[in-house]
C-alpha cells in the first residue's frame, strides 16, 4: 500500500549571519564632569577583536564594565577572573586633554593585568610627545613593577606611536581604517575616521564643527557617531562662551542636516552639550533636520 506523499515543509525563515562587529560607546562625556559620563571613548569590536577610538577619563573602567555586560573583547579569560580588557590599537583624533586623559590608563592598565606585547597608537602631530611624557612621567611606576618578582612583562608597557596624515593609516584582516580633518577649534590637525569592517561602515566625527569631510565620509555609511549641541541650550549659555562652542562644536539642527546629506543609516550623537536641554529636547532638535534613525548614546550602548 502506498502512503501518500507529504506536502513539502514550508520554507523556514531566513537564517541572518551573526553581526561580525560591534560599536561600544565606553565613554560619551564631555569637559563637564558628569558622573553619569565617562571621558570620550568608542571602542569598534570585530570578531572579538577590539580598536579604540579617544581615550578618555574612564576608559578602562567602562570596558571592564562592558566585559561584565557580554561585550566579549573585555570580558574575563575565565568564569573566577576579573574582566580583562585590551586593545588591538588605539587612534586619537584630537590631543584636547578630555581625550587624552585615559592614555594611560589605556596603555598601563592591560600590561600590569598581563598584556606582553606594546601597544600602537596613532593621531595627529603632538602625539608622540604626549605619549613620550606619560612614559617618561611613569619611570619608576615601570621600574618598580618590572623588577618586582612575579611583576608585569618587561615590553608590555611600551607604545608605538604612530603620527599621521590624512589617507588610509591601519588596515589588518579585520579593519581598515582612513583618518580625515575636520575643523574644531584653532587646532591644526583633528581628525575623524571612518572605519570599514567585513560587514559595516562606521564613521566618527570627533570633535568638529559642521564639516563637508564627514559627508564624504560616510555617504551612506551604516553607523555615523557625531559629536553635538543642543540649540536651545546654547542660547542660554554667557555670550562670551558662544563664540568658541560655535567654532569647535555642531549644532543639533546641524547634525541633522549633515547627517541626511550623509546618508547615515544610523545616526548616534555622543559628546553631547546639553547647556540645560533634555536629552528629549536635543533629539527632537536633530529630528527637525534628519528623518532616518538616530538615538542619543549613553555609556556602555552598543549598536
Known amino acids: 500500500m502506498l502512503l501518500p506523499l507529504m506536502p513539502p515543509a514550508p520554507p523556514g525563515p531566513a537564517v541572518q549571519p551573526a553581526a561580525r562587529t560591534q560599536v561600544v560607546m565606553l565613554g560619551t562625556g564631555t569637559p563637564i564632569p558628569d558622573p553619569e559620563r565617562a571621558g570620550p571613548s568608542v571602542a569598534i569590536v570585530v570578531d572579538s577583536v577590539a580598536y579604540l577610538f579617544d581615550a578618555g577619563v574612564g576608559v578602562m573602567r567602562r570596558a571592564s564594565a562592558a566585559g561584565r555586560a557580554g561585550v566579549r573583547a573585555f570580558a574575563a579569560q575565565n568564569a573566577r577572573a576579573q574582566p580583562n580588557p585590551r586593545f588591538a590599537a588605539v587612534f586619537i ?31 595627529p602631530s603632538g602625539l608622540q610627545y604626549l605619549v613620550q611624557t606619560i612614559l617618561d612621567g611613569n619611570a619608576e611606576d615601570i621600574r618598580e613593577r618590572v623588577a618586582s618578582p612575579g611583576g608585569p612583562s618587561r615590553e608590555g608597557w611600551q607604545a608605538r606611536t604612530h603620527e599621521v596624515a590624512p589617507g588610509e593609516i591601519f588596515r589588518d584582516e579585520r579593519v581598515r581604517i582612513r583618518a580625515f580633518q575636520v575643523p574644531h577649534s584653532e587646532w591644526p590637525n583633528a581628525y575623524g575616521y571612518r572605519v570599514d569592517t567585513p560587514d559595516r561602515s562606521i564613521v566618527i566625527s570627533g570633535d568638529t564643527r559642521e564639516s563637508e569631510a564627514i559627508i564624504n565620509a560616510c555617504n551612506g555609511c551604516d553607523v555615523l557617531i557625531h559629536e553635538v549641541y543642543s540649540d536651545s541650550g546654547f542660547r542660554t549659555i554667557p555670550a562670551g562662551r558662544q563664540p568658541y562652542h560655535a567654532a569647535a562644536h555642531t549644532p543639533a539642527t546641524v547634525v541633522g542636516r549633515v547627517a541626511t546629506r550623509a546618508r547615515a543609516k544610523l545616526l548616534v550623537l555622543t559628546h553631547q552639550l546639553f547647556f ?25 550602548d552598543v549598536y
Open 93 to 123: 583624533t584630537h590631543l584636547h586633554s578630555d581625550h587624552t586623559m585615559g592614555l594611560a590608563d589605556a596603555i598601563f592598565t592591560p600590561w600590569i593585568q598581563g598584556k606582553r606585547e606594546p601597544v600602537d597608537i596613532y593621531g
Open 276 to 300: 540645560g536641554a533634555s536629552d528629549e529636547q536635543l533629539l527632537r532638535e536633530v529630528r527637525s533636520t534628519f528623518s532616518g534613525r538616530v538615538v542619543s548614546a549613553k555609556d556602555l
